[in-house]
C-alpha cells in the first residue's frame, strides 16, 4: 500500500505541475508574439531595413507586427506612475487576443482611435480611474531623446490620451505596460516610424525552430531573432528545475515505502522456513526456491505501482472534471495535465527501485543451500 500512494503522490505532484507550468506559459506568453526580432546592436531600426518579399516566403510565417516600446511617465492630476509603452500595430492587438484580457473599459473598439490607450490593471488602480470617460484622460510625458539642455527647456513630449480600459495579463505586464496604436504615438518621439522589434506570427503546426532559423538567415547577423521561450527561458529553467527536485524526493520517499516490502518478504521467508527445507529435502534447487519469493515481491510491487497509477489518475480525473481546489487569488480550478512521459518514468523508476528492493533482501535472506 505504501507504494501505491507513493505513486500516486508522484501522478498527482507531476501532474500539477505540468498544469501550472501551461499555466505559468500562457500568462507570460499571451503577450510575447512566438518569435521576434530585434537588433542586436541598437535600440530602433526601421521596417525598411528587413526584407520583407523573402520573409513573406518563409513557410509556416504567417503575419508580421510591428512595435515600439519606450519608457514613460503616466499622469492623472497629480497622480504620476512609470510605465512602459507598447505601440503597436492592429494585428497584434488581433494575434494577441488583447480584447480577451480587457477587464475595465469602454471595449476593444476603442483601440483604432488615435487618442486611446490601454494600461495594465495596477496602473490602472494607481491612477484611480473609472469607467467615467469624463474622468479616464491622462498625460504621457516621454523623454525627448535629442535634447540639448537649456534653462527653462522641457525635456518631455507630452500628449493627452483617453484610458479606454485595463488590461489583465500577469503581475509584470499588469503594473507596467501601456498599450496603444502604433500610430498615435508617433509624434512623441524621435525617429517617427522607427521600431523597437518585429513581432512574427505563425501558423498553429509550424516548426517554430525552423520558422526562427529560416528568419535569421533573411534578416542576417545585425538582428537577433528569439522565440518567446527563449526569451522567457528563467521561467521555463525554473520550472523544469523545480520539476526534478519534486521527483527525486518522491523517488526517496518511495525508498522509504519500500522498507514495508522488505519487511513483509524478511516475515514471509522466517515463516517459511520449515517449507523450504521440506522443498530442498524434495530436490528443489536454491535458484528455484529464490524464483519463488523474487516473484512474489516483484508481484507486490507491480500491483502496487499498478493501483498508485490508477488512483493518482482518478484524483486527477476529479480534479479536472470537478474543480475541487481552486487556485488561492485566482479564484480558478488547479490546473491538471497529464503527460505520457511522467506515467512512463514513474512506471520505469519504481518498476526498477522494486526490483532491487526485491532481488537483495531475498538474495541475502534466503538459505544457500
Known amino acids: 500500500m505504501g507504494i501505491a500512494v507513493c505513486v500516486a503522490a508522484m501522478v498527482i505532484l507531476l501532474s500539477a505541475f505540468n498544469g501550472i507550468e501551461q499555466m505559468v506559459s500562457k ?18 531600426f526601421f521596417l525598411s531595413q528587413l526584407d520583407l518579399k523573402k520573409m513573406a516566403k518563409i513557410e509556416g510565417l504567417t503575419f508580421l507586427s510591428k512595435e515600439r516600446e519606450e519608457l514613460v511617465v503616466v499622469r492623472k492630476k497629480q497622480r504620476w506612475v512609470n510605465a512602459t509603452l507598447h505601440a503597436v500595430d492592429p494585428v497584434f ?11 475595465n473599459g469602454v471595449g476593444s473598439g476603442a483601440f483604432s482611435q488615435p487618442t486611446s490607450v490601454f494600461l495594465g490593471a ?26 540639448r539642455i ?41 525617429q517617427q ?31 537577433k531573432v528569439q522565440t518567446q521561450f527563449q526569451k522567457n527561458e528563467l521561467i521555463y529553467k525554473t520550472s523544469q528545475s523545480e520539476r526534478l527536485v519534486v521527483f527525486i524526493i518522491l523517488l526517496f520517499v518511495f525508498v522509504l515505502a519500500s522498507f514495508n516490502l522488505i519487511a513483509a518478504l524478511t516475515m514471509l521467508i522466517h515463516e517459511k522456513q520449515g517449507n523450504l527445507e521440506i522443498l530442498r529435502a524434495m530436490g528443489m534447487g536454491a535458484t528455484s526456491r529464490f524464483l519463488v519469493f523474487f516473484f512474489e515481491g516483484q508481484l507486490l510491487v507491480f500491483l502496487g505501482v499498478l493501483l498508485g497509477l490508477f488512483l ?22 488547479f490546473p491538471i495535465v497529464y503527460k505520457a512521459s511522467d506515467f512512463l518514468s514513474i512506471f520505469l523508476a519504481s518498476s526498477i527501485l522494486g526490483f532491487l528492493f526485491t532481488y537483495f533482501p531475498v538474495r541475502f535472506l534466503l538459505p544457500k543451500q
Request: glycine share 6%.
Open 27 to 44: 500568462l507570460y506568453t499571451s503577450f510575447d508574439a512566438p518569435i521576434t526580432i530585434q537588433h542586436q546592436n541598437r535600440k530602433t
Open 193 to 223: 516610424g522607427a521600431l523597437t522589434r518585429v513581432n512574427i506570427y505563425v501558423s498553429t503546426n509550424a516548426n517554430l525552430s525552423k520558422v526562427q532559423a529560416d528568419v535569421q538567415k533573411v534578416v542576417g547577423k545585425h538582428f
Open 122 to 147: 495596477d496602473l490602472f488602480s494607481k491612477l484611480k480611474l473609472g469607467l467615467d470617460s469624463d474622468q479616464n484622460d491622462v498625460l504621457i510625458y516621454a523623454p525627448k531623446q535629442k535634447l
Open 312 to 333: 493518482g489518475l482518478l484524483l486527477c480525473w476529479t480534479q479536472q472534471t470537478f474543480g475541487w481546489l481552486i487556485v488561492p487569488g485566482a479564484n480558478v480550478p
Open 150 to 190: 537649456r534653462l527653462g527647456s522641457n525635456p518631455f513630449q507630452i500628449k493627452q490620451f483617453f484610458v479606454a480600459g485595463a488590461l489583465n495579463y500577469n503581475q509584470e505586464l499588469n503594473g507596467t505596460a501601456l498599450l496603444c496604436n502604433f500610430d498615435a504615438v508617433t509624434d512623441l518621439f524621435d
Open 93 to 103: 492587438f488581433r494575434e494577441a487576443n488583447v480584447a480577451k484580457h480587457l477587464i
